[in-house]
């Protein structure tokens, strides 16, 4: 048998990450500080869905010799994640609201693209179907996704 778990990002601000997933609706399940590797794992999943399909945030502390914290660059191989959302547009709003762009508008009332403060991919599709309304119908695409 094979069971999903998680899908596993290497974040720079813990918090800042947080409180993206949490304009999508994850929360905070569980959290490790692990002094002897010097990082912290921290699991988001949205209501109900706790063991069943988790984010894991890994945040590599800096180094203790003060020198500069490690960055990552998201490479295309990556993909995205995806997250079915009740109401995209309320949903886009609240990002773009919080200073997040939205690099691929739900022009259709289907689908949109934002990304994490680390430049993560991600995918938001409608549970079911909007008709298109503006401003997301006429809003470009911004930057890739």
């Known amino acids: 048998m094979t069971e999903y778990l998680h899908t596993m990002i290497?974040?720079?601000?813990?918090?800042?990450?947080i409180d993206f997933f949490r304009l999508i609706g994850l929360e905070e399940v569980r959290r490790f500080d692990v002094e002897a590797g010097r990082f912290t794992l921290i699991f988001l999943a949205a209501p109900g869905q706790e063991g069943v399909a988790e984010v894991e945030l890994t945040y590599n502390w800096p180094a203790e010799d003060g020198s500069p914290p490690e960055r990552y660059d998201a490479?295309?191989?990556?993909?995205?994640?995806?997250?079915?959302?009740a109401d995209i547009y309320e949903t886009c709003k609240k990002i773009m609201d919080a200073g997040h762009t939205i690099h691929r508008p739900p022009r259709d009332g289907h689908m949109a693209f934002v990304k994490t403060p680390?430049?993560?991919?991600?995918?938001?599709?409608?549970d079911g179907y909007l008709?298109?309304?503006e401003p997301w119908a006429s809003m470009e695409n911004s930057g890739s996704w």
């Open 10 to 17: 290497r974040v720079t601000d813990p918090d800042a990450t």
């Open 118 to 126: 680390d430049g993560i991919s991600v995918e938001l599709l409608q």
């Open 75 to 85: 490479g295309r191989n990556f993909g995205h994640l995806a997250y079915r959302v």
């Open 131 to 133: 008709e298109p309304k």
